[in-house]
């Protein structure tokens, strides 16, 4: 079955930079792009941007350009995002969804989720 | 920068209808998707492309649209339904979500 398996929760100091990854499975990686979005404790959903698995192009949220890169892997069917300069206000769960014509679009398939707490 | 306006929380009694509205400029020329989310869970698609409902997703979720509002509606409301609601819709190639509606059944 098509899944999406997420790397495991980290801490970080102020200042730090975190990579997580999306390892996908059960579907041909490069029909689908690959959408990254967080929740802080309690709060709602925030976008933060997509990757095309069937090119490298990539789309950011205004709010983290310059410091989220979303990368991937085509032959380890991975995708990753970098976040750097990491504050407190980015301790949230972070999730990778799929994204494509296949799951009309929307985001049919979704992470276990990330959590990422920063903290001195 | 392009908002969704959802009410942060609507309350229903089993068995009775549930409406969570989402509000936005031109949401009538766009598609919408909503995902429930329940606690420590991530987020599961109830309805694509404004009307389509996933396999699995029980016929008492639907979406309406009228004007620049969308409605999800729960017919017969189960305790299972009780979480959190969120629309979603695109805008200038950026996706954006809606606040979220925490449904409480009661």
């Known amino acids: 079955q098509v899944q999406l398996v997420q790397s495991g929760a980290e801490v970080k100091k102020p200042g730090a930079s975190v990579k997580v990854s999306c390892k996908t499975s059960?579907?041909?990686?490069?029909?689908?792009?690959i959408h990254w979005v967080r929740q802080a404790p309690g709060q709602g959903l925030e976008w933060m941007g997509w990757?095309?698995?069937?090119?490298?192009?990539?789309t950011l949220s205004q709010k983290f350009q310059g410091r989220v890169t979303i990368t991937k892997d085509t032959s380890a069917r991975i995708a990753y995002m970098d976040v750097s300069s990491l504050t407190s206000e980015d301790t949230a769960v972070y999730y990778c969804?799929?994204?494509?014509?296949?799951?009309?679009?929307?985001?049919?398939?979704w992470g276990q989720g990330t959590l990422i707490t920063v903290s001195s | 920068s392009y908002e969704l306006t959802q009410p942060p929380s609507v309350s229903v009694s089993p068995g009775q209808t549930a409406s969570i509205t989402c509000s936005g400029d031109?949401?009538?020329?766009?598609?919408i998707s909503w995902y429930q989310q329940k606690p420590g869970q991530s987020p599961v698609v109830v309805i694509n492309?404004?009307?389509q409902r996933p396999s699995g997703i029980p016929e008492r979720f639907s979406n309406s649209k009228s004007g620049n509002t969308a409605t999800l509606t729960i017919s017969g409301t189960q305790a299972m339904d009780e979480a959190d609601y969120y629309c979603?819709?695109?805008?200038?190639?950026?996706?954006?979500f809606g606040g979220g509606t925490k449904l409480t059944v009661l």
């Open positions: 969804a799929r994204y494509g014509s296949g799951s009309l679009y929307s985001f049919d398939v």
């Open positions: 492309q404004d009307r």
């Open positions: 979603q819709t695109w805008e200038s190639l950026t996706v954006v």
């Open positions: 990757i095309n698995a069937a090119n490298d192009k990539t």
């Open positions: 059960g579907y041909t990686f490069t029909t689908f792009a």
């Open positions: 031109r949401l009538g020329d766009k598609f």
